[in-house]
């Protein structure tokens, strides 16, 4: 059974910083590209950032230079450093693999993450 088990959520200040963790189980995990994505109030869910197994990375313009994502390949996780975080940041996090062969896509439940002004 595959899962996806997001922590690291919760309410910080703008200007704080949190760190997401995506734990991975029942997939190949060097075969999956991994990803965040967000859902904020109102918004369809976007993309915050991917990363392949060998550690090439891509983000949405909005969290350039503030967010950071990394893997663990040894543990099957992955990991958002989100720095600077504004309240536009606000919303639900979710942990994304997708099989690099198109054998499947799978997502986590999510994490709240809430920027107070």
């Known amino acids: 059974q595959v899962q996806l088990a997001e922590s690291g959520g919760g309410l910080v200040q703008v200007g704080g910083s949190l760190l997401l963790s995506c734990a991975a189980s029942?997939?190949?995990?060097?075969?999956?590209?991994m990803g965040w994505y967000r859902q904020s109030p109102g918004k369809e869910r976007e993309l915050v950032a991917t990363i392949v197994k060998g550690g090439i990375t891509n983000y949405a313009d909005s969290v350039k230079e503030r967010f950071t994502i990394s893997r663990d390949n040894a543990d099957n996780s992955i990991y958002l450093q989100m720095n600077s975080l504004k309240p536009e940041d606000t919303g639900v996090y979710y942990c994304?693999?997708?099989?690099?062969?198109?054998?499947?896509?799978?997502w986590g439940q999510g994490t709240q993450v809430t920027v107070s002004s």
């Open positions: 029942g997939i190949n995990f060097r075969r999956n590209l």
């Open positions: 994304n693999a997708r099989n690099i062969l198109g054998l499947g896509e799978y």
